[in-house]
T-cell receptor, first 113, second 112 residues
Framework: GAGVSQSPSNKVTEKGKDVELRCDPI?????LYWYRQSLGQGLEFLIY????????KSGLPSDRFSAERTGGSVSTLTIQRTQQEDSAVYLC???????????FGPGTRLTVT | GQQLNQSPQSMFIQEGEDVSMNCTSS?????WLWYKQDPGEGPVLLIA?????ELTSNGRLTAQFGITRKDSFLNISASIPSDVGIYFC????????????FGAGTRLTVKP
């Protein structure tokens, strides 16, 4: 069956530009997560959506980062005025309601030059 | 910051050997999960644990949820070259909902 998909797979952008990263969760999954993974590091929690509830934005590192989830499905992570330290792999995961088992997409590798 | 201490950071073993890695925390977790990440891909769920003391196997993998709820281990028996990758533990805190914490990962190298 279809898993979590993310696009683009790779993104190279110039410092100061805005970028949008997209996540399509598994159909029917109500929870959606965004994480950031720097080279050789673990996963840093960014934001969590559950159904129509207000998202948990506690992991967003600055106000340059924002995320939306439209219609309870697709999500977009936006990074404004990108900085070199934003370079990382951005991973999206989804889970079914009342389940803690998160299923990850392949990630978007962001490089800020 | 992260509240999970995962060890070892890396392991170099011979094919056929058994492997053990663990995660500890000062916090109590509701759920423990173990993931494997191959290069260029997202983490893949290996085992999920829901009860203190629970011991669960998935093929050559065995994981346990510590009785104190503050630790978990993962064992891999008779390692093979395709076991190479980074293994992450993840714990769901008792509250708030959605707050999953990840360990820094154990990088496993298996020599044929």
């Amino acid at each position: 069956g279809a898993g979590v998909s993310q696009s683009p797979s790779n993104k190279v952008t110039e410092k100061g530009k805005d970028v949008e990263l997209r996540c399509d969760p598994i159909s029917g999954h109500t929870a959606l997560y965004w994480y950031r993974q720097s080279l050789g590091q673990g996963l840093e929690f960014l934001i969590y959506f559950q159904g129509n509830s207000a998202p948990d934005k506690s992991g967003l590192p600055s106000d340059r980062f924002s995320a939306e989830r439209t219609g309870g499905s697709v999500s977009t992570l936006t990074i404004q005025r990108t900085q070199q330290e934003d370079s990382a792999v951005y991973l999206c995961a989804s889970s079914a309601f009342d389940s803690f088992e998160q299923y990850f997409g392949p990630g978007t590798r962001l490089t800020v030059t | 910051g992260q509240q999970l201490n995962q060890s070892p950071q890396s392991m170099f073993i011979q094919e056929g050997e058994d492997v053990s890695m663990n995660c500890t925390s000062s916090s109590i977790f509701n759920t423990w999960l173990w993931y494997k990440q191959d290069p260029g891909e997202g983490p893949v769920l290996l085992i999920a644990l829901y009860k203190a003391g629970e011991l669960t196997s998935n093929g050559r993998l065995t994981a346990q949820f510590g009785i104190t709820r503050k630790d978990s281990f993962l064992n891999i028996s008779a390692s093979i070259p395709s076991d190479v990758g980074i293994y992450f533990c993840a714990g769901q805190l008792l509250s708030p909902a959605g707050d999953m914490r990840f360990g820094a990962g154990t990088r496993l190298t298996v020599k044929p």
